[in-house]
C-alpha cells in the first residue's frame, strides 16, 4: 500500500496540506453536471416533471414563498457581508478551484436573483449589489453548482453570522425541483423509497434472504444463533439502519456489529421491512413534505410493530434528520418509553453496553489495523449524541479506542466540528459526478495520507453509509485500497467476544475432527 | 438653509433607519422556523446559548477560529467604530456623562483604530484574490462611505478643528426640534452628509447583519430536538399523513 | 441512446443501463460488455447467470456479498472472493455486472 510505503523509506514526511488554497480557476467545474431527473422520478415527489412554460414566474415566486417560511433562508440572504471567512472553507473549492465553489460565491448564485425580485437595490441598482435577471442560464448555473454542494455546513462554522450554505443549497433545489428541473440520482430514490421502504428498491422478499444469509455468515463465524431479525412484532428495539447496511461492503459489517451488540446486551430489537430505510433524501432536496413523508413511515412502523425505542445505525445525513429533524416531522413519540432518548443512535447504545460491561472486548483482533476516524459532516455538525456537548465526536472514538489498540487523530482542523465531508455527501453519491468526488475528497485524503505518513495509519473507520461506499471509491484514487475504509460497528464486531462463542482454536479443532 | 437642509435630512434618516431596522427585525421574528438547524456542537440549555452568543458579539469568536486576518480587522475597525460613537454622545448630552468625559482621549485614539480596521478590510478586497471574486460595487462603496465618515471626523479631532460648540448646540437643538445653526465647514458637512447615507442605507443593505446576527437559527436555537418538539405553525398546519402502513404480502 | 444488437436496437439510460429489462439477451450483454471493455469469459457468464437468476427471484440485485458467496459454492473461492470480481469487474461487481445482466443499476449509498 503506498500510503504505508511512504513510511517505509524513512520515518515520516510532509506529504501535503490537506488545507492548502488553490488558485482560483473560473469556470473549471462548470461542466460538470449531474443526471436531470426523468418525468418518472419528479412526478412521484409531487413535482413536475418536466421543465415548466413559466419556468421563471414559478422560480421567483417559490424563492419569495421559501424567504417568508423560512427565516433561516431570509436571514442568510440578507446578513452575508462578503467578508471572505468561508471563501477557504469548501473542500469542493479546495479540490477544484472553481471559485463558484467558495460558499459565499455558491450563495450568490441564488442572493443575486433574490436581490433583483426582492430588494430595493437590486430592483433600482441591479449593478451595485451585482443583482441579476433569472434567465435560463442562471436556472443551469443553479443546477451546477447547487449539485457541487454537498451540505456539509463546514462553512457555516466558519461563517461570523452562521450562514449555512447548506440552507441555500436546500432552497435552490426545492426551486429547481418546484419548476421541473429535478436530480436524477435523489429523486429516483426517493421515489423508490416511497415504494418499497428503501433507497435501494429492496422488497421485504429480498430483504428477509438477504438478512437469513447473513445469520447463517454469523453462525457459521460465532457458531451462535445470532438473529438479524425482521418485521417481529413486539420487539423492544426498532433498527433503522441505511439500506446500503444491507448491501454495500464495509456496510454489511457495520450490520453485524450491530446484531452482536444487540445480542450481547439481550436485548429484543427488531428490523422493519416498512421503514428499512434511515437514509432520507428528502433532506438533500430541501423539500420538507418530502422528508416528513419518509419520516412518517418511521412513526408508522414503530407504531405497528409495538416497539419501545428507536435505534439508528450508521448513517450521517439520516442521523441529522433522526436527530434533529425527526420530532418535528414525525413526532410527538408519546408511545414509546421516554426514559430512552427518541431517536438513540447505535453509537449511544454500544457507549452504553459498554460502560455496563455488558461487552467482552478483546481489541487484539484488530491489531492488524492502524485506526483513525473520520468524523462525518452531518453527525458532526447537525447532530448531537450522548449527554454531553460535544458527545458526537467523543462516543465514536470512546467506542473505536474501546475495541481498538492503535487509533490516531487527523490534523485538528480537518476533524470534529471542522471536518471535511468525504466528497460524496449532500445527494451526490453519483457516479456522474466522480470527477467532482474524487477532487472533493482531496482534503480528507491529505488528512489521512499525512497520519498514514506520521503514524502508519492504515484504516479510517466512519459512521455514514455515503462516507463508507464515498471513500471505497475514491481511496484508490490516493493509494488506499478500497477497504481501507471501515464501519465502526465492523470493529466492535471484530473485537466482541459472545458468550459461548467458538474460539479460533476450538474450532479449529471441531473442523479437525468431523 | 444648510443647516435647515440637514436638519430635514438627519430626521428623515433617522425615521427611515428606526422604521427600517424594526420591520426588518419584525419581519426576521415573525418569519418561522420550520426545523431546528443548530449548527453543532451546540449548547443544549437557553443559558448557553445566551453564552455563545455573546461570545460571537464580545469576541467574534466564529471568525476568529476562521481567519485571523479578517478578525483583526474587523475587531479593529467594530469596536473602534463602538467607542468612536460612544465618544460623540458628548455632542447630544448636557452636562456630558461622566464616562463619557473620561473615555474622550481613548475615543478620539480610537478613530485611528477603526480607520486601519477599515483600510487593512478595504485592502483585502482589493488584493485577495478570492475576496476579490466575490466584491461588488457596493461592496467597496460601503468601505468608501465608512472610510470617508471616519476620515473626515479625523481630519477635524486632528487637522482643522471644527466650531465643535455650535455643533453640540445644533444637536440638542435638533433633539428638541429647535433648528439652529451649523457651521459652514465643509469637512463637518461632508462628515454629517455621510453619516446621513449611511444611515438610510442600513436597513435596506448589508448593514444589516448587526440585527440580522441574532435571527440566525444555527446559532441561537437551543440544541434540545430529542427532548423539545420543535413545530412550525405552517408545518402544524399541514395536512396529516395517513396512519398505519399498507398492508401488503411479502414477495 | 440504444445499444445495437444484429441490427436491433435496444434502448438504455444515460448511464448505459437498458429501460426494458425484457429485451435483454445474450447478444445484448456480448454487446454491452464490448461498451465496458469486458471480454465475458465463463466466470463473467456465472456471474451475470447469478446476477439474472437472483433478481428473477427477488426484483433486486444480490448485494455483492450475497454474490461471492454463492459463486465461491460454484466455482471455489480463486473465484469466490472480493478482489477477484474487481478483477472480471474493475468497475464494480454490482453496477457494472448488473449493467451487462441488463439489471436495473443498484441505487442509494452503493
Known amino acids: 500500500m503506498a500510503a504505508l510505503d511512504m513510511n517505509a523509506e524513512g520515518g515520516p514526511k510532509f506529504v501535503g496540506d490537506p488545507l492548502k488554497i488553490p488558485k482560483i480557476e473560473c469556470g473549471a467545474m462548470m461542466d460538470t453536471n449531474t443526471y436531470k431527473a426523468a418525468p418518472a422520478h419528479n412526478e412521484p415527489l409531487g413535482f413536475p416533471g418536466e421543465l415548466l412554460e413559466n419556468w421563471q414566474e414559478v422560480a421567483i415566486a417559490k424563492l419569495g414563498e421559501l424567504a417568508a417560511t423560512n427565516r433561516a433562508f431570509q436571514v442568510y440572504l440578507d446578513t452575508c457581508v462578503k467578508c471572505g471567512a468561508c471563501t477557504d472553507k469548501c473542500h469542493y473549492f479546495l479540490g477544484t478551484g472553481d471559485p463558484k465553489n467558495m460558499p459565499v460565491a455558491r450563495q450568490d448564485l441564488l442572493r443575486s436573483v433574490y436581490r433583483r425580485y426582492y430588494t430595493f437595490a437590486g430592483k433600482y441598482f441591479p449593478w451595485l449589489v451585482g443583482a441579476r435577471d433569472l434567465t435560463r442560464e442562471v436556472l443551469d448555473e443553479w443546477y451546477t453548482y447547487y449539485h457541487q454542494c454537498s451540505q456539509c455546513r463546514r462553512c457555516a462554522v466558519a461563517c461570523p453570522y452562521g450562514i449555512d450554505t447548506a440552507e441555500i443549497s436546500m432552497a435552490a433545489r426545492e426551486i429547481l425541483d418546484t419548476v421541473g428541473v429535478g436530480q436524477k440520482y435523489c429523486n429516483e430514490i426517493i421515489a423508490k423509497l416511497k415504494k418499497t421502504g428503501n433507497n435501494l428498491g429492496m422488497n421485504p422478499k429480498a430483504l428477509r434472504a438477504t438478512l437469513e444469509d447473513l445469520e447463517e455468515d454469523l453462525e457459521e463465524e460465532t457458531g451462535i444463533p445470532i438473529k438479524l431479525p425482521l418485521d417481529v412484532q413486539g420487539a423492544d428495539i426498532l433498527l433503522i439502519t441505511p439500506s446500503a447496511d444491507f448491501f454495500a461492503e464495509p456496510h454489511i459489517d457495520g450490520l453485524l456489529g450491530y446484531a452482536k451488540v444487540f445480542h450481547a446486551a439481550g436485548v429484543n430489537w427488531t428490523i422493519s421491512s416498512y421503514a428499512s430505510e434511515a437514509a432520507n433524501f428528502g433532506m438533500f432536496i430541501g423539500s420538507y413534505e418530502n422528508m416528513r413523508e419518509v419520516s412518517w413511515r418511521i412513526r408508522q412502523a414503530a407504531k405497528d410493530l409495538g416497539v419501545k425505542r428507536i435505534v439508528f445505525g450508521e448513517c450521517g445525513h439520516a442521523w441529522r434528520v433522526g436527530y434533529s429533524f425527526l420530532n418535528t416531522l414525525a413526532g410527538p413519540f408519546d408511545f414509546l418509553d421516554q426514559n430512552y432518548p427518541i431517536p438513540q443512535h447505535i453509537m449511544e447504545f454500544t457507549s452504553d453496553a459498554i460502560d455496563d460491561g455488558l461487552l467482552k472486548i478483546d481489541k487484539s483482533k484488530n491489531d492488524e489495523f492502524v485506526m483513525t476516524y473520520h468524523d462525518s459532516c452531518n453527525v458532526a455538525r447537525g447532530s448531537a449524541m450522548g449527554r454531553k456537548e460535544g458527545g458526537q465526536f467523543d462516543l465514536p472514538r470512546k467506542v473505536l479506542q474501546a475495541v481498538c489498540n492503535h487509533y490516531y487523530e487527523m490534523e485538528r482542523d480537518t476533524i470534529r466540528e471542522n471536518t471535511f465531508c468525504c466528497g460524496g455527501g449532500g445527494g451526490l453519491l453519483t457516479d456522474d459526478l466522480m470527477d467532482l468526488r474524487i477532487k472533493g475528497a482531496a482534503p480528507r485524503m491529505t488528512a489521512m495520507q499525512q497520519v498514514s505518513a506520521d503514524h502508519g495509519v492504515t484504516h479510517m473507520a466512519a459512521i455514514c453509509a455515503i462516507c463508507k461506499t464515498q471513500f471505497s471509491k475514491v481511496m484508490p484514487k490516493y493509494g488506499y485500497e478500497m477497504d481501507n475504509i471501515m464501519s465502526v460497528h465492523q470493529l466492535v464486531a471484530n473485537a466482541v467476544i459472545l458468550d459461548g462463542q467458538e474460539t479460533e482454536a476450538e474450532a479449529a479443532t471441531a473442523e479437525e475432527t468431523p | ?251 | 441512446m440504444a445499444y445495437d444488437v444484429n441490427g436491433t436496437t435496444v434502448e438504455h439510460d444515460e448511464e448505459g443501463y437498458i429501460t426494458n429489462l425484457s429485451e435483454w439477451t445474450k447478444e445484448l450483454a456480448d454487446v454491452i460488455s464490448k461498451a465496458e471493455d469486458i471480454d465475458m469469459g465463463e466466470e463473467h457468464w456465472a456471474v451475470v447467470n447469478f446476477l439474472r437468476d437472483y433478481y428473477e427471484e427477488y426484483q433486486i440485485a444480490p448485494a455483492v456479498r450475497v454474490l461471492i458467496k454463492s459463486i465461491k459454492k460454484s466455482m471455489g473461492p480463486e473465484v469466490g472472493n472480493n478482489k477477484y470480481m474487481y478483477e472480471l469487474f474493475p468497475y464494480g461487481p454490482a453496477k457494472q455486472a448488473c449493467k451487462i445482466a441488463g439489471l436495473p443499476k443498484p441505487t442509494g449509498c452503493v
Open chain 2, 1 to 251: 438653509m444648510i443647516s435647515t437642509v440637514f436638519a430635514v435630512l438627519f430626521y428623515l434618516a433617522t425615521i427611515l433607519l428606526v422604521v427600517g431596522v424594526g420591520m426588518k427585525v419584525m419581519k426576521y421574528a415573525r418569519t418561522p422556523v420550520p426545523l431546528k438547524i443548530v449548527v453543532s456542537p451546540a449548547p443544549r440549555t437557553k443559558r448557553g446559548v445566551v453564552l455563545r452568543m455573546f461570545r460571537e458579539v464580545i469576541f467574534f469568536e466564529s471568525l476568529f477560529k476562521s481567519n485571523k486576518w479578517i478578525w483583526i480587522f474587523a475587531y479593529l475597525f467594530h469596536w473602534g467604530m463602538l467607542i468612536v460613537l460612544l465618544r460623540h454622545l458628548r455632542y447630544f448630552t448636557e452636562p456630558v456623562w461622566w464616562w463619557v468625559e473620561l473615555m474622550q482621549p481613548l475615543g478620539k485614539l480610537m478613530a485611528f483604530v477603526m480607520l486601519a480596521g477599515l483600510l487593512g478590510l478595504w485592502a483585502r478586497r482589493i488584493f485577495q484574490e478570492r475576496i476579490r471574486y466575490i466584491s461588488n460595487p457596493s461592496d467597496h462603496l460601503m468601505l468608501a462611505l465608512l472610510v470617508g465618515i471616519a476620515g473626515t471626523g479625523t481630519l477635524m479631532t486632528y487637522v482643522t478643528r471644527t466650531d465643535v460648540i455650535m455643533v453640540k448646540s445644533y444637536m440638542l437643538g435638533l433633539l428638541r426640534f429647535d433648528i439652529r445653526e451649523l457651521p459652514l465647514d465643509p469637512i463637518l458637512l461632508s462628515h454629517l452628509g455621510l453619516v446621513v447615507i449611511l444611515m438610510i442605507i442600513f436597513p435596506i443593505s448589508k448593514l444589516i447583519h448587526a440585527p440580522g446576527l441574532f435571527f440566525a437559527p444555527s446559532r441561537t436555537q437551543v440544541d434540545n430536538a430529542r427532548e423539545k418538539r420543535h413545530i412550525s405553525k405552517w408545518a402544524r398546519n399541514l395536512p396529516p399523513l395517513p396512519e398505519g402502513i399498507p398492508k401488503k404480502k411479502e414477495g
